[in-house]
């Protein structure tokens, strides 16, 4: 079959499980390919099962005493956990933070206008950071910001939850929203 020389997945073998002549433990559990156990044995004996099914000898628990390791084919293992991952990694979404900016003296429409993009942001299942920046003497009015705010969240209130109230940071008073779950 193989040559002591040539080895099956040298080349794919990575640094999560110890294969074929990587693994140095005097003994060790076998267990075949079908999951039933072959007993304790040496890792020479192991290799040499392994190598008459043209398989390779895996070590999925090191910590074990003794080590515990499988017969299987390696790189189809392989293959099928960066498959697992991409699918994983497909069904995840990011969610971003998208921010909207006002200021205290801002207009109804321009108001409505600034709402509709946060309504658009939340159905996309983004969280919206809503933020009013005040500028030279409005900082005597910060109270004018927070009714802003708060009256932000409420139009919102059908589609997004408020994560925090109204905080002021400097010269921005900002609050969090959330897509509701649907």
């Given at each position: 079959?193989f040559?002591?020389s040539?080895?099956?997945c040298?080349n794919?073998?990575?640094?999560d499980?110890?294969?074929n002549e ?7 559990r076998?267990i075949g390919?079908?999951g039933?156990q ?7 004996e192991?290799?040499?099962i392994?190598d008459?099914k043209s398989?390779?000898?895996?070590m999925?628990?090191?910590?074990s ?9 390696y ?5 099928e956990?960066t498959?697992r991952?991409?699918?994983a990694?497909?069904n995840q979404?990011i969610?971003?933070?998208?921010e909207?900016r006002?200021?205290p003296?801002i207009d109804?429409?321009?108001?409505n206008t ?12 983004d ?5 009013v920046?005040?500028?030279?003497r409005?900082m005597?009015?910060?109270n004018?910001?927070e009714?802003?705010l708060?009256?932000f ?6 589609v997004?939850?408020?994560d925090k109230?109204?905080k002021l940071?400097g ?8 897509p509701?779950?649907?």
């Amino acid at each position: 079959m193989f040559s002591n020389s040539f080895r099956r997945c040298s080349n794919i073998a990575n640094l999560d499980h110890l294969v074929n002549e990587e693994i140095e433990a005097e003994e060790l559990r076998l267990i075949g390919e079908d999951g039933q156990q072959l007993g304790i044995m040496s890792s020479e004996e192991a290799q040499k099962i392994a190598d008459e099914k043209s398989m390779d000898l895996v070590m999925i628990a090191p910590g074990s005493n003794p080590p515990v390791c499988k017969i299987m084919d390696y790189g189809k293992y392989r293959f099928e956990q960066t498959k697992r991952e991409k699918e994983a990694k497909k069904n995840q979404r990011i969610i971003e933070v998208k921010e909207i900016r006002m200021s205290p003296s801002i207009d109804e429409n321009d108001v409505n206008t600034k709402l509709r993009a946060a309504m658009k942001f939340l159905s996309d299942g983004d969280r919206v950071k809503v933020t009013v920046r005040f500028r030279g003497r409005e900082m005597a009015h910060t109270n004018l910001g927070e009714v802003l705010l708060t009256d932000f969240a409420e139009k919102c209130s059908e589609v997004a939850t408020l994560d925090k109230n109204p905080k002021l940071e400097g010269r921005n008073m900002s609050i969090f929203l959330s897509p509701k779950a649907k």
